[in-house]
Every structure is written in C-alpha cells, then in structure tokens.
Nanobody, 122 residues
Framework: QVQLVESGGGLVQAGGSVNLSCAAS????????LGWFRQAPGKEREFVAR????????YYTGSVKGRFTISRDDAKNTVYLQMNNLKPEDTAVYYC???????????????WGQGTQVTVSS
C-alpha cells in the first residue's frame, strides 16, 4: 500500500510559478515510479511528468517541456513538480500517481493522491 499526499496548489497569474509536492509513504515506495497527472474541467485526466526512484530518469508531456521540472527528495520520499511560466491552459486539478509498471498512462496507475487545484489567471 502506498499513500500519496499532494500540497502546494493555488491561484497564480499567467507567467508565474507554483511548486507542487507529493509525499509518498509505504513500505515499498522505492519500487514505484511517481508522476503527475492533471484534469481540467470537462476533460480527461492527462499525464504531465514522471520520475523513477531508481536512476531518477524523467519524462514529460510535450506541452510542459521546458516549463515544468519533476524532481525528488529521497530522504523525504517526496516528489516535486516545479511549474514555471504558467499559462491559463495549465489550470487543472493536479494528481500525484504511483505505479510499479508505467506511471505515464492512467490505466496502469495503482495509487492516486487526492489532487490539488492549480488555477492560472490571464
């Protein structure tokens, strides 16, 4: 069992920055890849970024490359999503996700956080 708790959402103006955190707990958390998804009103949940505990390789969806950075703090079992140069279209509920297989698609995500709202005003 893995528990995921997000924090750090809020309201920001376009061009601003937000840093999201996801605290992971559980006996085998180090065997999971962690990632972020987002879901805007009326849209499907979409993949944003992921990082593997082993090796720390990262992967981003195209629309956030160069603006978002996913990182981790092993000592705190926490994953971060630094979001810069935010745009109104980044407005969504952001979810932390964990999977032992692929954390890049919703169908293989095994655990979800509760979500945190990010709203970008124009």
């Amino acid at each position: 069992q893995v528990q995921l708790v997000e924090s750090g959402g809020g309201l920001v103006q376009a061009g601003g920055s937000v840093n999201l955190s996801c605290a992971a707990s559980g006996r085998t958390v180090s065997s999971y890849a962690l990632g972020w998804f987002r879901q805007a009103p009326g849209k499907e949940r979409e993949f944003v970024a992921r990082i593997r505990w082993s090796g720390g390789s990262t992967y981003y969806t195209g629309s956030v490359k160069g603006r978002f950075t996913i990182s981790r703090d092993d000592a705190k079992n926490t994953v971060y999503l630094q979001m810069n140069n935010l745009k109104p279209e980044d407005t969504a509920v952001y979810y932390c996700a964990a999977s032992q297989t692929s954390v890049a698609v919703t169908t293989t995500v095994e655990y979800w956080g509760q979500g945190t709202q990010v709203t970008v005003s124009s």
